[in-house]
């Protein structure tokens, strides 16, 4: 059974958040506070964090910090949960790598559609397990990117993305159908994570990051390697 880790101190949206994953059949990890939430993930590290920002004793930017800093939670996928809606705080909380954002008030049925959705593409799929594409080496199945030999640590999503755009090298890709096949769903404020994602990715390819064009009014595209 998987795990997810709420970490929410208003109790009465942990509870409803609780009641609606455990009915779509997760087992259910829970902290009232950001220093609880911290020790639970790193103790127990769940297969999914649905994390506050709003908390008490250390703030939910601080949480998710230290949870993507520790070896032991770094890849774990986050869901971030606030009651703010201002664009600076959606911008800032998708750059900190979050896998998604929900806005409260938010509906539990979205919550557990996303949640499903995460974990969905957290799981590797079966087949090939090993891809190169130029300089790129994906490992399929430990969710482990190369760059030149050398490990880089992308989060699930940025590995799916780059995974998913290498394999279609030269050929434009839709906006909406990354966010369809990414993130299970395509809106306005995903069209913006589609591209705070894009711009992590890479800065963290360095100069092949070069790799990854922005096609103008389509979306995006990696040329072929050179070879
Ligand atoms: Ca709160």
């Known amino acids: 059974m998987q795990r997810i880790l709420i970490v929410e101190d208003e109790v009465d949206i942990a509870n409803l ?15 009232h506070d950001g220093i609880a939430g911290t020790e639970i993930a790193i103790r127990e590290r769940p297969d999914l964090i ?22 032991r939670t770094a ?5 971030i949960l ?3 809606a201002q664009t600076e705080d959606r911008i800032q909380g998708l750059e900190a790598g979050a896998d998604d954002y929900l806005t409260k008030p938010f509906s539990p049925k979205e919550l557990v559609l996303r949640v499903n959705a995460i974990l969905k593409r957290a799981n590797a799929p079966p087949g090939a397990v090993e891809y190169e594409f130029g300089p790129f080496r994906f490992d ?3 969710v482990r990117f190369y760059l030149d030999n050398e490990p880089v640590d992308l989060t699930g999503t940025e590995f799916k993305l780059l995974l998913f755009l290498c394999e279609r ?7 909406n159908e ?5 993130w299970g769903y395509s809106d306005e404020v995903h069209s913006r994570t589609l591209d705070t994602h894009m ?23 990696v040329a072929s390697p050179v070879t």
Do not use: C, W
């Not at 890849?75 to 869901?79: L, M, N, T």
């Not at 990354?178 to 990414?182: A, D, G, K, M």
């Open 17 to 31: 958040i609780m009641f609606n994953l455990q009915r779509a059949g997760y087992e259910v990890l829970k902290a």
């Open 50 to 71: 649905i994390l506050d920002l709003m908390l008490p004793g250390r703030d939910g930017y601080s949480v998710f910090r230290e949870i993507r800093r520790d070896a």
């Open 75 to 79: 890849r774990i996928p986050v869901i």
């Open 82 to 84: 606030t009651a703010r």
């Open 140 to 142: 399929k199945n430990a």
């Open 169 to 175: 090298s030269g050929k434009p890709q839709d906006r």
């Open 178 to 182: 990354l966010l369809r096949t990414i």
């Open 199 to 221: 711009k992590r990715l890479r800065q963290k390819l360095g100069e092949h990051g070069a790799l990854i064009e922005t096609v103008r009014g389509v979306g995006y595209l």
